[in-house]
């Protein structure tokens, strides 16, 4: 049991475009979804944490009007990249918790954006 | 935020215990002690965790010092499917514990496991 799923595993766009990652608890409603960003060689940075049918809470430095964070059902939260730049390019990372911020995350398998 | 000590590296040989240190010195008292581990190119894994007592799982055990000051992960039968970054994470449920509701990821130890 819980399990995550992101999608897509991959994406490759162009600059000034925006992306859209999907990720879902696909066996369990997750109360609590976080997205982290790792570039490589480095650790996981937290950028949101966003709760079903709320908006979400960005971590200093985050731009929440680049990064737009949906949380529409429990089981269901997108991270939008808009106007995407190479320095965008990353890895990100979801998960999800039952029972709130302070349960146990479970991690997607991440999507790697590449900004060309 | 409390935060956490560990090595950079650690290898070991298959078949052999591992045991992965981290230090929590400025650990408050409603902080539990959470391991992960991230495999190269892949969202993190949860593996363990505990507040005061020993804990154990399928996975790992987890010794935690009475201190609290620090804590040990330990993989009894190392594989080479254990290779990986380990992460020991503080985490509160209590809205005055010093990390509250977040993961923040330090560096890790990269485990090497070697055949």
């Known amino acids: 049991g819980a399990v995550v799923s992101q999608h897509p595993s991959w994406v490759i766009c162009k600059s000034g475009t925006s992306v859209k990652i999907e990720c879902r608890s696909l066996?369990?409603?997750?109360?609590?979804m976080f997205w982290y960003r790792q570039f490589p060689k480095q650790s996981l940075m937290l950028m949101a944490t966003?709760?079903?049918?709320?908006?979400?809470?960005?971590e200093q430095g985050v731009e929440k009007d680049k990064f737009l964070i949906n949380h529409a059902s429990l089981t269901l939260s997108t991270l939008t990249v808009t106007s995407a730049h190479p320095e965008d390019s990353s890895f990100y990372i979801c998960?999800?918790?039952?029972?709130?911020?302070?349960?146990?995350?479970?991690f997607g398998p991440g999507t790697r954006l590449t900004v060309l | 935020d409390a935060k956490t000590t560990q090595p950079n590296s650690m290898e070991s040989n298959e078949e052999e215990p591992v045991h992965l240190p981290c230090n929590h010195s400025t650990i408050s008292g409603t902080d539990y002690i959470h391991w992960y581990r991230q495999l190269p190119s892949q969202g993190p894994e949860y593996v363990i965790h505990?507040?005061?007592s020993n804990v154990n799982n399928r996975m790992a055990s987890l010794a935690i010092a009475e201190d609290r000051k620090s804590s040990t992960l330990i993989l009894h039968r190392a594989t080479l499917r254990d290779a990986a970054v380990y992460y020991c994470i503080l985490n509160s449920p209590n809205a005055g514990g010093t990390s509250y509701g977040k993961l923040t990821f330090g560096q890790g130890t990269i485990l090497t496991v070697h055949p």
């Open positions: 066996d369990f409603q997750a109360t609590t």
């Open positions: 966003s709760n079903e049918g709320s908006k979400a809470t960005y």
């Open positions: 505990g507040l005061t």
């Open positions: 998960s999800a918790s039952r029972s709130g911020i302070t349960d146990t995350q479970y």
